[in-house]
């Protein structure tokens, strides 16, 4: 393995608010911050909000810095990717942010019902061959369903026109109820966000800047399941 990926393992563990559990950690036994996130994690009873698919997590610490009154997480398989965020978010003293290194197959042992306010799902791999492991699948919402408060809004945001068509099928199939749809997020669909919306949707993550620069469209939607 690398000399710098080896570096960022051995860095992550020595970060605070930074979860890398085990599978027996959380198969073999409740996992012991389910439900318990507000309290042992960030010491307030603040909302929750997910941020799946992390990769380096600009969204999960771009939105930690604008809602302090917030909580949020950051979930990814890939350390070496998540160990940017999280040491940003250790310098920074960004207390209300969090990381977790699990795969999101396994995102309902982490959480307890009604913990999780909001989820982001940012460029999610669009998966073309692999449908039921698009994390927009019903596969996915039916794990983030025992967690997330019933009203509690997903957010997809995305450069791939699939899986943004993809998931807008699974909202009209499923009836989840639709809440902002745009398939040219900063052209031609600016203003049908508001100021905040729109200074969050400014937050860009590591993929987008990479799409954006080779002319790809952004296209977001939020729902409720
Ligand atoms: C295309 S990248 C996007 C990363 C980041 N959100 C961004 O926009 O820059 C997709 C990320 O999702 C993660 N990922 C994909 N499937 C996952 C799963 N089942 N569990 C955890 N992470 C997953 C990958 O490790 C990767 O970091």
């Given amino acids: 393995m690398a000399k710098n990926k080896l570096m960022k393992f051995a860095e992550m563990k020595t970060l605070d608010r930074v979860f890398e559990p085990e599978k027996k950690d959380f198969l073999d036994q409740p996992y012991n911050l389910k439900g318990k996130w507000r309290e042992k994690v960030f010491g307030n009873d603040n909302p929750i909000v997910l941020e799946l698919g992390c990769g380096k997590g600009e969204y999960t610490v771009g ?11 950051g979930v990814d398989i890939k350390g070496a990717r998540i160990w ?21 197959d396994f995102i309902n042992y982490f959480f307890g019902q009604d913990e999780v306010d909001e989820i982001w799902l940012t460029f999610s791999d669009p998966q073309p ?18 967690f997330l408060k019933p009203e509690g809004i997903i957010h997809l945001k995305t450069d791939n026109t699939s899986l943004y068509l993809s998931t807008i099928d699974e909202i009209e199939t499923h009836n989840y109820k639709l809440i902002k749809k ?14 905040e919306e729109q200074d969050v949707l400014t937050i860009k993550t590591h993929y987008e ?17």
Avoid at 182 to 195: G, I, L, Q, R
């Fill in 84 to 104: 940017a965020g999280a040491k940003q978010a250790n310098e920074e003293e960004i207390n209300n942010v969090a990381f977790l290194r699990t795969n999101v």
């Fill in 129 to 146: 061959k692999k449908p039921n492991k698009r994390l927009s699948s019903k596969p996915f919402i039916d794990r983030y369903k025992k």
């Fill in 63 to 73: 939105l930690g810095k604008k809602y302090p009154n917030k909580n949020f997480v």
């Fill in 182 to 195: 745009a398939h040219n997020v900063y052209e031609t669909h600016w203003d049908m966000f508001n100021k």
């Fill in 209 to 225: 800047q990479l799409f954006a620069n080779k002319g790809f469209k952004i296209k977001y939607c939020s729902f409720t399941v």
